[in-house]
């Protein structure tokens, strides 16, 4: 409403100044007066209801991310499994952020409306019919806006999966990278993510095409209407004063900004914001985990049967699958201990997660007794980030007594003592900085600190070494922990196991949670006595607690590295209107260099990587092109502006300048200050992603523990963090937004009063464009100093993505220094020349002083126990970071070797198998170098006979979700026998296979790799016990390397221990096994 008197007041003001006019000076002074109070008072409503709008927008925000996240604790795995998650991560950062958006600009499409008409009908008294033409002209503008936001919708949801396709993509190349480097699958996945980017780029180069189009239509509305209504003005000769000049000029500039900044904006906003809306409503929607539907709750049970669980022809499939379980049906009483046995894929992961209730039950019953609780323990162990302590206690009080029988039932004892901050130390996202080993028994910790009714283990201790599972006693176990006493109370061979089938009939018995538990049938303790364990404890509550890593963080001004970066990359982007192509520069640098970084830096938080290739690229790609292209829009305007009141009054100059140093420093106190802050609301974002991705893998866990309010309170925890760092901002905003307003404010009220004593020198006419043209500076001056620093701001995310480039390359080497290997390299002669090794520079040696050789062909089985350093031989040999000493094969040093080189060279079965979303086909050659005869050849050898009925194009989901673990792992061994090297690691490749499957993969291993060298890492002692040589590692270094017939001779070698300790009936068929391997090498 204001808007709309001011004008009137102006031209009240301006006709006291006419020469003729008998206004007295007190009269003049009053309007005066009252023409200077009123920007004041429009510019507090205004930042009032801003100031308000911004943090309502926050708040909802806040309520979106809240609602989406429980929605994921809820949903169903089926209904999860179709939700990827960079769809997710875009819904969190891309979608909720448009609705943000809209709750302030979609103000301006009723007020830009309202303001139309409004101004119309004020002209309409003024020229009466002449408004006709202006008001078609108006309505054509209109109807072009709204037809370029429903083009831009179209394009928005085009490029919106694009988007989540990356995301998705490099979701899962961050969590995977360490295999992508070994597997040397960096191009191939650089070249995929390029495509889906250049995909994503041309939709966004379209729609900023059609943006342009609606900023330039809206950008000359103004002028146009202006020429239209004084146009036929002067074409009818019909008279106009300056008092209605002043008024339509002043009307006509409001809708100029109106349409320009208003409407424009929100038609953008309602178009994209419909596609967001619809995004996350359609995933709201989606079925959920709902337990009651699949498992009938009883109290009806006889005591004197103590059953616990009854399960009566069970049958329950996969959505979107093919596999059933079908007619299960058995019973387990109070301290019963089932054993699920069965071939890979029969069903066994399956009926678990049916008991939870994670997989659809279509027929029978499950009957539970009164109140009795899951505790699930997963094949591949799922830690989030936080400390050891954290992952234990999962939310639980910290009970000291419990604690200590979980972690010495568990044997994390030795890790805790050889971690520097114990039980507080960072284990960071799914456990990055744990082995295989140390990550399963901190799950198995995690399940003993509860007091549950049933347990269900999915083969947690395959990835577990020999002596952690083959040692202790029954009367150990059942002192400290009585939840292995009441497992095992009674016998196996007393575990009663009824019908069971499921969709293959060829398939014998089907239920196994630990298929190799009747050959370990072992105590998870470990080798030290309570009272060390005390002291241990003791020692650990003493040691400093680890601080999480912080993101790096620039301070100053501006800092000389921003500068010369900003300069160096975005220059180009900074000509006209930051053209989306030039951009595209900045991101394609990024993705195509981030790859060649050191393993170490992956370490860092999941989130954080993710935040930057999702928030901070989008930022790049939307907000930095906006603001540049305002900011140069505002910059024109306010210099043409003041150019010409200065033409017209050149006295006026002197107050410019005196306000321009104003302005200057109240951006100088406020530059370095938001600077700060909007890089603490970028550093508080990382931790909402990290605990989203890590919430996203482990929901099958976070429900059976019943942990998903206590989920939900950390994430609430997260987005409280980064809520306030982003209200300070909206509220310093707000603050420069009144000062520089208020400077304005007191030069339009200083030159108002000044043409009191003026206006006999100067026409009428110029008084009023004078003033008519100050008032265009109220909010625009604001603007422009805002924009400077959002455009700092949003440098910020081009800062933070540019430093991924300038992080030290693993590639050290120059191209001179390289040698040139032969076609024939390598033969396999590998020699340890006093090799040292760390991960980083600043962390302690997981490697010291090896010296050892190989011979070509030779077979090495590696063993230790966790945390011994035996896969850290595997990252040495690939130079997954620097070493100490020397690695010569075929006596040349691997660090004269270029990385792709060397790494093509080397096959590797990796311990967690990991498949990619793509064909099968893609996951197994994805650079297309075989025939799909040599591939089905392989896959022939590694016995993975599974009915395909796309055959090698059957798609993958993500994560290979669609594959059991083992089948996972018969893929990864197709990998290495594809590749026909002459060096292949093995690093705990048969861990979550059966024994005859194993039988056959090390058959096939040592038939098709019989003239290659072999290092295998194994728990299972079956696997390396006909091994040429065996390396036993303890503590990073080399204890023995011998044969395993020469380390049994002596029966106080450690390998000898080792083997003791796996039972009598097992020590001797290993010994025999070496025998019978030793005759064979004579």
Request: hydrophobic share 40%; net charge neutral.
């Amino acid at each position: 409403m204001l808007r709309f008197i001011q004008p009137f007041v102006l031209a009240r003001f301006l006709r006291c100044l006419v020469p003729c006019s008998k206004k007295s000076f007190a009269e003049m002074i009053c309007w005066a007066a009252l023409n200077s109070v009123f920007p004041w008072l429009m510019f507090t409503i205004r930042h009032t209801g801003l100031s308000r709008g911004f943090l309502a927008g926050m708040h909802i925000r806040c309520a979106y991310h809240g609602l989406i996240f429980r929605k994921i604790v809820r949903l169903s795995m089926g209904s999860l499994g179709a939700q990827s998650s960079g769809k997710i991560i875009n819904m969190m950062t891309n979608d909720v952020q448009t609705v943000e958006h809209l709750v302030l600009d979609g103000h301006f499409f009723w007020i830009g409306t309202l303001e139309t008409i409004v101004v119309l009908a004020i002209l309409w008294t003024h020229v009466g019919f002449t408004i006709l033409l202006a008001m078609i002209y108006t309505l054509l503008v209109v109807s072009i806006q709204i037809l370029c936001g429903k083009i831009i919708q179209i394009i928005w949801t085009k490029r919106v999966r694009q988007t989540d396709l990356r995301i998705k993509l490099m979701n899962e190349i961050v969590k995977s990278i360490h295999l992508v480097k070994m597997y040397v699958w960096e191009r191939p996945f650089q070249l995929k993510v390029e495509r889906v980017r250049r995909k994503e780029t041309f939709y966004v180069i379209l729609k900023s095409l059609m943006i342009s189009v609606k900023i330039v239509n809206g950008y000359s509305f103004s002028l146009i209407f202006f020429l239209i209504v004084f146009g036929l003005l002067w074409y009818r000769r019909a008279p106009f004063n300056t008092d209605f000049f002043t008024i339509a000029f002043v009307l006509i500039s409001y809708l100029r900004h109106t349409y320009l900044h208003g409407f424009a904006t929100s038609c953008i906003n309602l178009s994209q914001y419909w596609v967001a809306v619809q995004r996350i409503q359609a995933f709201l929607t989606v079925d959920e985990y709902n337990q009651s539907k699949m498992i009938i709750m009883q109290n009806e049970f006889n005591n004197k049967d103590k059953l616990t669980i009854d399960i009566q022809n069970l049958s329950s499939n996969w959505e979107n699958s093919s596999f059933h379980l079908r007619d299960v049906t058995f019973s387990a009483q109070t301290g019963e201990l089932i054993i699920i046995i069965g071939s890979i894929a029969s069903g066994k992961s399956s009926l678990l997660m049916t008991l939870l209730g994670e997989m659809k039950m279509t027929s029978g019953t499950i009957k539970l007794n009164r109140n009795a609780r899951f505790c699930y323990v997963p094949q591949e162990s799922w830690i989030f980030s936080g400390s050891i302590k954290e992952n234990i206690l999962f939310g639980m009080e910290f009970n000291e007594k419990k604690f200590n029988e979980s972690i010495y039932a568990a044997g994390l004892d030795t890790d805790l003592e050889n971690f520097q901050y114990g039980d507080s130390t960072l284990v960071g996202d799914n456990g990055i900085i744990l082995s295989g080993g140390q990550k399963a028994r901190l799950s198995l910790a995690r399940a003993l600190y509860r007091d549950e009714d049933i347990y269900l283990l999915d083969d947690p201790l395959s990835a577990v070494d020999g002596t952690q599972v083959a040692s202790g006693t029954y009367a150990e176990l059942y002192e400290m922990c009585p939840e292995f006493k009441q497992w095992t109370q009674t016998n196996t061979n007393n575990s009663r196991l009824d019908s069971l089938s499921t969709s293959e009939p060829t398939t014998p018995l089907n239920i196994s949670a630990l298929p190799d538990f009747i050959t370990q049938l072992s105590l998870l303790t470990g080798s030290s006595s309570s009272n060390e364990t005390e002291k241990l404890l003791t020692q650990t509550v003493e040691k400093p607690v680890q601080k999480q890593s912080e993101e790096s963080k620039h301070t100053g001004a501006v800092s000389r590295w921003a500068n010369a970066e900003r300069i160096r990359y975005a220059s180009k982007s900074t000509n006209d209107n930051c053209t989306v192509e030039d951009q595209s520069s900045i991101r394609n640098m990024t993705i195509n260099e981030w790859y060649k970084k050191r393993d170490n830096y992956f370490y860092v938080l999941l989130g954080r990587i993710i935040n930057r290739f999702s928030k901070d690229i989008s930022s790049i790609d939307e907000r930095l092109s906006e603001v540049t292209y305002n900011f140069t829009e505002a910059f024109s305007s306010i210099v043409s502006t003041i150019s010409f009141i200065v033409f017209i009054q050149p006295l006026s100059l002197i107050s410019l300048i005196f306000v321009g140093t104003i302005l200057e420093r109240i951006r100088r106190i406020f530059s370095p200050t938001i600077r700060d802050i909007k890089r603490l609301e970028s550093l508080g974002r990382s931790p909402i992603y990290s605990h989203l991705s890590s919430t996203i893998q482990g929901v099958p866990v976070i429900r059976s523990f019943g942990a998903q309010k206590m989920s939900t309170r950390e994430f609430s925890h997260y987005l409280d963090e980064h809520s306030r760092a982003c209200s300070i901002m909206l509220i310093m905003n707000r603050w420069v937004a009144m000062r520089v307003d208020s400077v304005v404010a007191a030069f339009i009220g200083l030159l108002t009063f000044s043409m009191l004593f003026v206006h006999r020198n100067l026409p009428v006419s110029d008084l009023s464009l004078i003033l008519a043209y100050s008032f265009t500076l109220m909010g625009t001056v604001q603007w422009i100093v805002r924009l400077t620093i959002d455009v700092m701001m949003q440098m910020t995310s081009t800062e933070r993505v540019i430093e991924y480039i300038d992080l030290k390359p693993e590639e050290s080497s120059t191209i001179d220094e390289l040698i040139v290997l032969s076609p024939q390299w390598p033969i396999g002669s590998i020699v340890f020349d006093n090799m040292s090794f760390r991960y980083s520079p600043d962390s302690s040696w997981v490697l010291s002083n090896i010296s050892i050789s190989i011979q070509p062909g030779e077979k090495i089985g590696i063993v230790g126990r966790t945390g011994a350093g035996k896969s850290s031989i595997i990252q040495s040999l690939f130079r997954m970071a620097e070493l100490d000493g020397r690695i010569l094969i075929d006596g040349i040093d691997i660090k004269q070797i270029s990385l792709y080189e060397l790494r093509r060279h080397i096959s590797i079965i990796p311990q967690d198998p990991v498949l990619f979303n793509d064909t099968l086909r893609i996951n197994l050659d994805p650079f297309g170098e075989y025939s799909d005869i040599e591939i089905w050849s392989a896959l022939n050898e590694v016995q993975f006979k599974f009915d395909l009925i796309e055959g090698l194009q059957h798609q993958v989901t993500e994560g290979g979700l669609n594959f059991s673990v083992g089948q996972r792992q018969l893929i990864c061994l197709a990998r290495a026998l594809l590749r026909k090297n002459r060096i292949l690691l093995i690093d705990e490749a048969t861990a979550n296979v059966d024994h005859k499957t194993d039988e056959i993969i090390q058959l096939a291993i040592r038939r098709k790799f019989v003239h290659c060298t072999v290092l295998t890492i194994a728990h299972r002692l079956r696997t390396i016990i006909d091994s040429d040589k065996i390396l036993m590692l303890s503590h990073g270094r080399v204890v023995e390397f011998e044969s395993a017939h020469e380390l049994l001779g002596d029966d106080k070698s450690y390998f000898s221990h080792l083997v003791l300790q796996a039972g009598h009936w097992e020590a001797e068929y290993l010994r025999h096994q070496a025998k019978k391997a030793a005759k064979s090498r004579k």
